[in-house]
């Protein structure tokens, strides 16, 4: 049975795929590789975070592509099957898949692995061509050569040895391998590779140089194909009752293409239509996907734009260099912005960094709570408290702590500047995000509230808080009333609202809080 040579296991899989309730056809990405088929653009790596649908494109190519079955009902009605190219194509080559996440049974080292990729593509090529099975040849490549035939090469987890730290002292023989097989070989008729890191930084010399690479800061062509769409999201929804579109655009929207169009983390989308609830989905397959083991690198350069992040504000910064396969770990800003981007930790369009969804934002606020941010932590730790005390209406309470945060050592929270003050209420209120989606400058009745607290449980109340300087809460309740701030929330069939206004006095750097209970 062939392991890697027209299996039939991307066709299977991709079936499996098309009939699944959530199914999203992304086959529009075909159109675009056929046009570089037999060109000299037909090398293309592909590298998106881990959960962005790179498996279910590279089985949707294989069914595609591959000679040994015919798939044409599957493609049927799909947007590839209105291409000019769709016949050409389909069903028309030999492909080769290799999974170079295979590690060998009989061994552990490099010559194991590499004997395994070998050994798989020998083995396959011998049994198809019999004729070849008594003969000698040099490399792979010339064993290729001499079939006459031409190949699709469709190689997922490029970066393998990479991400894992494996076999350091083989990573420049491992480019070398790969290089020999693919580049400049008239048996390819094309090259897809994809994995998490880029290529081009380890690659000194011209080793991959052929492959022409779109990653998750540099990808003005193929972004849309890794992700759900807003339309492609709203489409899902509407298949199911239980969650509303604004729902999951809160958990898991946040990424954008290269023109500016929103994109969706899929995996967590169809997760989450699938259990009917929204909540976290974010799955760690290793150190390198944890917001803390990146910020950990230099915690005192990044503190306070993790702060930002966490209470909605971008941060501008020009990054324009990618961390990539091989790389030494980050040391400055930049370099662990660029390895958090790579590995879909952190947002990045228009040179604004963010923090994308709150699925990410949970776990931004897990890293919080780590020793390393110092005071932060133990804000974030206790910020149960506040919430207690807004719930129970204790606003000295509420105030005093305010007050301690607002005299921490944090340079960011300066008393003439609102940001600060918002900054100093949503770090106070950080742990609230597992019980309430907390909107800031949210419209609602004749205005625009500072921040509202919509509850993701029925007996929690809605909160309403409006910040004041150099005024008092009572003017702020006020205006909660007069502007009808209590409409959005009263829209969403909450009837128990508590108006939290907060008053500070800039040069006294003095707090005070009043809350009062709205009820319908």
């Not at 770090?427 to 995000?433: G, I, N």
């Not at 969403?492 to 003095?510: C, F, M, P, Q, W």
């Amino acid at each position: 049975m062939a392991i890697c040579l027209n299996t039939e296991s991307a066709g299977k899989m991709f079936q499996m795929m098309a009939q699944d309730k959530y199914f999203v056809d992304k086959s529009g990405i075909i159109e675009i590789l056929n046009a570089r088929i037999h060109t000299m653009n037909r090398y293309i790596c592909v590298t998106k975070p881990r959960r962005f649908g790179k498996t279910s494109v590279l089985n949707m190519l294989g069914a595609y592509y591959c000679k040994s079955y015919n798939t044409e009902l599957l493609f049927e009605g799909l947007k590839i099957s209105k291409s000019e190219t769709y016949q050409t194509h389909l069903n028309r080559y030999n492909v080769i898949n290799l999974s170079l996440n295979r590690l060998s049974d009989y061994g552990s080292g490099y010559e194991d692995y590499i004997g395994l990729i070998r050994n798989s593509i020998k083995r396959d090529i011998q049994e198809a061509y019999p004729v070849l099975q008594n003969k000698e040849f040099d490399s792979i490549a010339d064993l290729l050569s001499a079939t006459g035939e031409q190949y699709i090469f469709i190689i997922d987890e490029w970066d393998y040895i990479f991400s894992h730290e494996l076999y350091l002292e083989n990573h420049g023989d491992f480019l070398e391998f790969l290089r020999n097989l693919l580049k400049d070989q008239p048996y390819v008729a094309l090259a897809y590779m994809t994995g998490v890191l880029p290529v081009k930084k380890y690659s000194t010399g011209s080793a991959l140089n052929m492959f022409k690479e779109y990653t998750m800061l540099k990808d003005p062509l193929f972004g849309e194909y890794f992700g759900f769409t807003e339309n492609e999201v709203r489409m899902l929804c509407e298949k199911q009752s239980a969650l509303t579109m604004d729902e999951i655009n809160d958990w898991y929207n946040g990424y954008r293409t290269k023109s500016g169009m929103r994109l969706y983390n899929p995996r967590s989308v169809v997760c989450a239509l699938e259990d009917a609830a929204c909540q976290s989905y974010w799955t760690r397959t290793g150190k390198m996907d944890e917001v803390l083991f990146f910020l950990k690198y230099n915690i005192g350069e990044v503190r306070e734009d993790v702060i930002r992040m966490v209470n909605d504000i971008p941060i501008r910064i020009d990054i324009r260099e990618e961390y990539s396969a091989g790389q030494e770990s980050p040391k400055n800003r930049e370099e662990i912005y660029s390895a958090m981007i790579v590995y879909g930790l952190l947002s990045y369009c228009d040179g604004e960094l963010g923090i994308p969804n709150k699925e990410l934002m949970l776990e931004f606020q897990k890293a919080l709570k780590d020793d390393d941010f110092g005071y932060v932590a133990e804000l974030v730790r206790n910020s149960d408290e506040i919430l207690n005390a807004t719930l129970d209406k204790k606003g000295d309470i509420v105030a005093s702590y305010l007050h301690s945060i607002h005299n921490s050592e944090l340079p960011i929270l300066k008393y003439n500047d609102e940001n600060s003050l918002s900054c100093v209420v949503t770090l106070a209120y950080l742990s609230a995000r597992n019980k309430y989606r907390i909107e800031r400058e949210e419209k609602s009745g004749k205005g625009f509230a500072d921040f509202i607290f919509h509850p993701e449980r029925k007996n929690l109340p809605g909160i309403i808080l409006e910040l004041k300087a150099d005024d008092t809460p009572e003017s702020a309740i006020k205006q909660i009333k007069d502007r009808e701030y209590c409409e959005r929330l009263w829209k969403e069939n909450i009837s128990h609202i508590l108006a939290v206004g907060l008053g500070y006095d800039t040069k006294r750097k003095e707090h005070r809080c009043l809350i009062e209970e709205i009820l319908i």
